[in-house]
């Protein structure tokens, strides 16, 4: 894989990385028909985050592997868990859940600044989320964009609704408020990298990000984001967390493995 020690390097220092050439180019087509399927026959656990009298389409869909095959052939075929592995320095790799984000041109709605780590009912330091591009992305058209090193603060923060509509569930957190980020962190600090199809992003789960809406009248926003535990994650579904598909039949403090959450590489 064409992953070298400086990426590695570079994603435990910033909390992120960009990696171009480490999927084999079948899989940007393979995934355009998919999320096509998907947009035209979302799961259960579909969500639209953009008022659609404001906004064209901002729409969001997870646990796809699960519905469908073209998803579920991804995360069992590509290099995404390998990937992982190679980052993360794990000896296994479980899948813990997909999730498609479409910004359609001209979506004013942006994706609010947050840390993974506080929706997930997991604990461990080896999660992550590959973020692969399906079309040309730069911050005009919603690239998502870091705060360099956020991840190894020890801060986390309180979940919030990416539509803006009220979450019982995060009303749980004990979490504290996000701060401003925009005003209070020098743009030094922040990263947004400029993508093609087949490149992608791996960040950590406590690394904050957001995106801005996608400007640009011609151009759609696709991304297909896969997240992965390592072998030091353990199941805490704790008050405050993001629902998931279905009840994996674990108890606090177990290791991940189970039929949601599946091992896909292994050392």
């Given at each position: 894989?064409?992953?070298?020690?400086?990426?590695?390097?570079?994603?435990?220092?910033?909390?992120?990385?960009?990696?171009?050439?480490?999927?084999?180019?079948?899989?940007?087509?393979?995934?355009?028909?998919?999320?096509?399927?998907?947009?035209?026959?979302?799961?259960?656990?579909?969500?639209?985050?953009?008022?659609?009298?404001?906004?064209?389409?901002?729409?969001?869909?997870?646990?796809?592997?699960?519905?469908?095959?073209?998803?579920?052939?991804?995360?069992?075929?590509?290099?995404?868990?390998?990937?992982?592995?190679?980052?993360?320095?794990?000896?296994?790799?479980?899948?813990?859940?997909?999730?498609?984000?479409?910004?359609?041109?001209?979506?004013?709605?942006?994706?609010p600044w947050h840390q993974d780590a506080p929706y997930w009912k997991v604990k461990g330091t080896q999660v992550c989320s590959i973020w692969f591009a399906m079309d040309n992305v730069t911050e005009e058209t919603g690239g998502v964009r870091y705060v360099k090193?956020?991840?190894?603060?020890?801060?986390?923060?309180?979940?919030?609704?990416?539509?803006?509509?009220?979450?019982?569930?995060?009303?749980?957190?004990?979490?504290?408020?996000?701060?401003?980020?925009?005003?209070?962190?020098?743009?030094?600090?922040?990263?947004?990298?400029?993508?093609?199809?087949?490149?992608?992003?791996?960040?950590?789960?406590?690394?904050?990000?957001?995106?801005?809406?996608?400007?640009?009248?011609?151009?759609?926003?696709?991304?297909?984001?896969?997240?992965?535990?390592?072998?030091?994650?353990?199941?805490?579904?704790?008050?405050?967390?993001?629902?998931?598909?279905?009840?994996?039949?674990?108890?606090?403090?177990?290791?991940?493995?189970?039929?949601?959450?599946?091992?896909?590489?292994?050392?």
């Open positions: 894989m064409k992953i070298s020690d400086h990426d590695k390097t570079t994603y435990h220092r910033d909390g992120v990385v960009k990696l171009s050439g480490v999927f084999d180019e079948k899989w940007i087509d393979f995934l355009r028909q998919a999320t096509e399927e998907c947009l035209n026959n979302p799961s259960e656990m579909a969500e639209e985050y953009a008022d659609r009298k404001k906004s064209t389409r901002f729409f969001g869909d997870q646990f796809l592997w699960i519905y469908n095959d073209k998803f579920k052939k991804f995360i069992m075929e590509s290099e995404a868990a390998k990937i992982a592995a190679r980052l993360m320095t794990a000896s296994k790799i479980n899948m813990f859940f997909d999730h498609l984000l479409v910004k359609e041109p001209g979506s004013v709605e942006p994706t090193g956020s991840h190894a603060t020890g801060n986390r923060y309180r979940p919030q609704s990416f539509s803006g509509k009220n979450n019982d569930n995060y009303d749980d957190s004990l979490l504290k408020v996000l701060p401003d980020i925009d005003a209070t962190v020098p743009e030094d600090q922040i990263i947004c990298y400029d993508l093609q199809p087949g490149d992608c992003l791996v960040h950590n789960f406590n690394t904050i990000h957001g995106a801005k809406g996608n400007a640009n009248s011609k151009v759609r926003r696709r991304g297909y984001a896969t997240r992965w535990t390592g072998e030091d994650v353990v199941w805490d579904p704790r008050p405050g967390t993001t629902d998931i598909v279905s009840d994996p039949g674990l108890s606090p403090g177990d290791p991940m493995d189970s039929k949601l959450f599946p091992v896909v590489w292994r050392k």
